[in-house]
């Protein structure tokens, strides 16, 4: 997150706390002061973003994450998210672009190329969706947790690739939290995609590393999931 003024930052504490309890609605009242102050407003936008991803504002959180791209804020944080927020809004191919943007920029990144692997799954392209997938999984072997649970990667499921992948899964670790170098404040339960479905929109189960805030019950399974 972007540095603050000092007198600020116990207001980006308490709304990063609202946000942290899944009380996006008590966070958004509060973000009026940062996003009025030029050497805040990043950071407000950023928080603003998380936001409108736990009430699925995806709309919203576009919108800002422009201005965040123009700002020149964490372009990972910032391709990840918008690619997250695209795919639920019925953009699979502005969401593939963004992701091969990314991992094009970070070839290491294996949250990039799972989340890439998941997007193209859904668009039918498996060959490419297999190769992305296995190269995270070679990048952070604890990736494979993800891969039992993982709606998008159904048409993937009956390739020989794949169950070897699967059988690799007891190499994973599965206390590892795979997102916390590149989500940036953002829960797994708000990004990221591993998650959990969310209902009335095509294709928006999972891709990973973010949950969808569709079922409380869901909620308390965020931790990967991102997704």
Excluded at 3 to 25: F, H, M, S, T, Y
Excluded at 75 to 94: I, M, N, Q, Y
């Amino acid at each position: 997150m972007a540095q603050v003024p000092k007198e600020l930052q116990r207001l980006v504490d308490q709304i990063d706390g609202w946000l942290e309890l899944r009380c996006a609605d008590k966070a958004l009242e509060l973000l009026t002061p940062l996003l009025d102050r030029p050497e805040a407003r990043a950071t407000g936008l950023s928080l603003r973003v998380r936001a409108c991803v736990q009430v699925k504002r995806h709309k919203d959180a576009l919108r800002d994450l422009a201005e965040l791209r123009s700002l020149q804020y964490d372009p990972d944080w910032v391709d990840l998210t918008e690619a997250w927020c695209r795919k639920r809004s019925a953009d699979l191919p502005g969401a593939v672009r963004l992701m091969e943007q990314l991992v094009e920029r970070n070839p290491k990144l294996a949250i990039g190329h799972f989340n890439l692997g998941c997007y193209l799954a859904l668009t039918g392209e498996r060959e490419r969706a297999l190769d992305e997938v296995t190269l995270a999984c070679g990048l952070k072997p604890e990736m494979r947790m993800n891969l039992h649970d993982e709606p998008d990667l159904d048409s993937l499921r009956r390739d020989a690739r794949f169950e070897q992948l699967l059988a690799a899964r007891g190499d994973a670790d599965a206390s590892d939290d795979i997102d916390d170098e590149v989500l940036g404040g953002f829960h797994d339960s708000d990004l990221g995609d591993a998650e959990a479905s969310e209902e009335g929109e095509e294709g928006d189960e999972d891709d990973a590393g973010f949950e969808d805030d569709d079922d409380d019950d869901e909620d308390d399974d965020d931790d990967e999931k991102r997704r």
